[in-house]
């Protein structure tokens, strides 16, 4: 292999054929800034949305009145059911320890203790926090429309589900955009790159017509092409990389104490990142000068 | 110089059409049932009109395209359906000579003909050595760094001929190698193809200079509407170019 040769060859046309290498070289820059900017973003998103998942529970709140047989009862229950991973009592005192400030206040102004106790059920899976709340209710209702329980000692069953969904919702809807956007750009890159490698495969023609004629073999013909694609993708990638680094070093980490959201452990490594957009870079271009390559030069 | 004539015609065949017909994915017939056998060191011309079939003749030797029917040998070997990736390595052992000379503009003449061997694989020392020999052989050794547009039409040709002599190939192929150029340029040409013609190499020059093919009195092979009706060889071989050459004795011996 005569990589001297490619190497020089595909230079020399990068060279010559400057406009349309530069066009292909800031759409693949653009494509790796908008990629480096959205997958931290909805990184972050996906870990918020799983913390809240994660710590979805059903709070069964304990009617005052129940017997301590029923509430013992109950815990048994709740234990034997297939969804339940771990279920946690809350007494009274516990709750009331639990409000803070002005609530705590007014609580005590009341006199006596209004919480009720109650059991944190915590599923095994978020998804099955519905099947729990099914599990609890019996299928009777009461006069009032309340739904009725299985056990006397309940008093009401509660879980967080509306408030998750509305988040899942929105980061669903905000990954697929993203997942959209990227993989238009992704294409129009691998398309300018194919066309740049079009136009130097023409503006090569009597060389390449030359090598066919003294029997260079066809992959001869194509790496300094292939490089020529390459080098367009890793300089995008690359230029895309330095100015995340600098927008990083000088919006983003200065005030990344005062946003949690920017410190949160999930939140992409930035060495892993630039892994990633290079390597995409560099793909992006090779899927473009493969296809053009594949249509237009027939060796 | 008749006996080794003979010798000659009896050398084993190096192109070899058994009934090839070639249609064009558009439908347009190029060559239709064509049969001959050119041997070793034959020097054969390849006549008939535009559109007749040369060009199609000269690519199905060249493997630029399958033919459609017949088989097709090169040195005994069947290339009709040959694989891909051999192509190029059948290329390398026919040298190829065109009327547009195909010199890239932006390199000196080494540089074209030393590209021709770069881009084989042939390394600097080998590319270093056979370089200036072809130059010589053609008599441009003293115009190597000069750019094919500070050349006349004729020393662009002998530029090409260089380059597609520069590996020895057992088999050169011209097509239309003097239609560029005038009469007197033309019959330099034609003297420097049947020197490498006299080294031992198989020579196909399709040409419609008539004159040429007449002084000359060497096999001719006419094609006419994509068919070949004539297929002779002269009586006897005119001795002028045989004299002409006496006169440059630096035929190769390679």
């Known amino acids: 292999m005569n990589f001297r040769f490619f190497f020089s060859e595909a230079l020399r046309t990068l060279r010559r054929n400057s406009a349309p290498s530069i066009a292909a070289f800031l759409t693949v820059m653009v494509t790796t800034l908008v990629l480096g900017v959205f997958i931290p973003i909805t990184n972050i998103a996906t870990g918020a949305a799983n913390d809240v998942r994660s710590r979805l529970m059903v709070e069964v709140f304990i009617s005052d009145a129940a ?3 029923e509430v013992a009862a109950l815990k048994g229950k709740l234990e034997a059911n297939q969804y339940v991973k771990s279920v946690n009592y809350v007494s009274k005192a516990e709750a009331q320890e639990s409000l803070s400030g002005t609530l705590k206040d007014a609580s005590e102004l009341l006199g006596k203790n209004p919480l009720p106790a109650s059991y944190q059920v915590t599923p095994k899976d978020p998804d099955q926090v519905d ?12 006069s009032s429309g309340k739904p009725s329980y299985v056990s006397p000692a309940i008093d009401d069953v509660q879980n967080r589900e509306d408030q998750t969904n509305k988040i899942l919702t929105i980061t669903g809807g905000v990954k697929f955009a993203m997942w959209g956007l990227a993989i238009l750009l992704v294409l129009t890159s691998a398309l300018l790159v194919g066309n740049t490698i079009r136009l130097s495969i023409y503006a090569r023609r009597r060389e390449v017509e030359v090598m066919r004629m003294v029997g260079a073999t066809s992959w001869f013909i194509r790496w300094p092409f292939v490089i020529e694609g390459v080098f367009v993708g890793a300089a995008g990638g690359l230029f895309a990389v330095l100015m995340l680094l600098i927008f990083k070093q000088t919006v983003i980490d200065p005030v990344s104490d005062k946003f949690a959201l920017f410190a949160a452990p999930d939140t992409i490594n930035f060495w892993g ?7 995409s870079a560099v793909l992006i271009s090779a899927l473009g000068s493969g296809m053009t390559l594949r249509r237009f030069l027939r060796v | 110089m008749n006996a080794s004539e003979t010798v000659r015609q009896m050398g084993s065949p190096v192109v070899e059409f058994e009934h090839v017909t070639k249609v064009y994915d558009d ?6 049932n064509a049969s001959t056998v050119i041997r070793e060191g034959e020097f054969v011309f390849l006549v008939g009109p535009t559109g007749c079939g040369k060009s199609t003749f000269i690519r199905l030797m060249m493997k630029e395209f399958d ?3 017949g088989h097709l040998y090169i040195a005994g070997r069947d290339i009709t359906h040959m694989d891909r990736d051999r192509i190029p390595f ?22 074209n003909v030393a590209y021709s061997l770069l881009v084989t694989g042939a390394s600097r020392a080998e590319i270093r050595q056979k370089v200036p020999h072809s130059l010589r052989l053609v008599g441009l050794s003293t115009k190597l760094h000069n750019y094919p547009d500070q050349l006349s039409g004729g020393e662009q040709q002998r530029v090409s001929i260089a380059r597609a002599f520069v590996n020895h190939p057992p088999l050169l192929i011209c097509d239309e190698p003097t239609g560029n150029l005038d009469p007197e340029t ?3 040409i034609m003297q420097l193809i049947y020197r490498i013609n006299r080294t031992g190499t198989t020579v196909v020059v399709a040409t419609h200079d008539k004159q040429m093919v007449d002084r000359m009195r060497r096999r001719v092979i006419e094609l006419k509407d994509s068919h070949i009706v004539r297929d002779e060889r002269a009586a006897q071989y005119t001795q002028e170019f045989a004299a002409i050459d006496d006169t440059h004795q630096s035929v190769d011996a390679a």
Do not use: C, H, W
Not at chain 1, 131 to 142: H, P, Y
Not at chain 2, 27 to 32: A, K, V
Not at chain 2, 97 to 102: E, Y
């Open chain 1, 67 to 69: 017997t301590k047989a």
């Open chain 1, 131 to 142: 099947a729990i709340v099914q599990s609890l209710q019996s299928s009777a209702k009461t």
């Open chain 1, 273 to 279: 990142l630039t892994l990633i957009l290079m390597v």
């Open chain 2, 27 to 32: 439908g347009t017939l190029g060559l239709e």
């Open chain 2, 67 to 69: 033919a459609t029917e």
């Open chain 2, 90 to 111: 059948l290329r390398r052992n026919i040298g190829a000579v065109f009327q547009d000379f195909k010199l890239l503009p932006n390199r000196t003449v080494y540089d």
């Open chain 2, 186 to 188: 033309s019959l330099g």
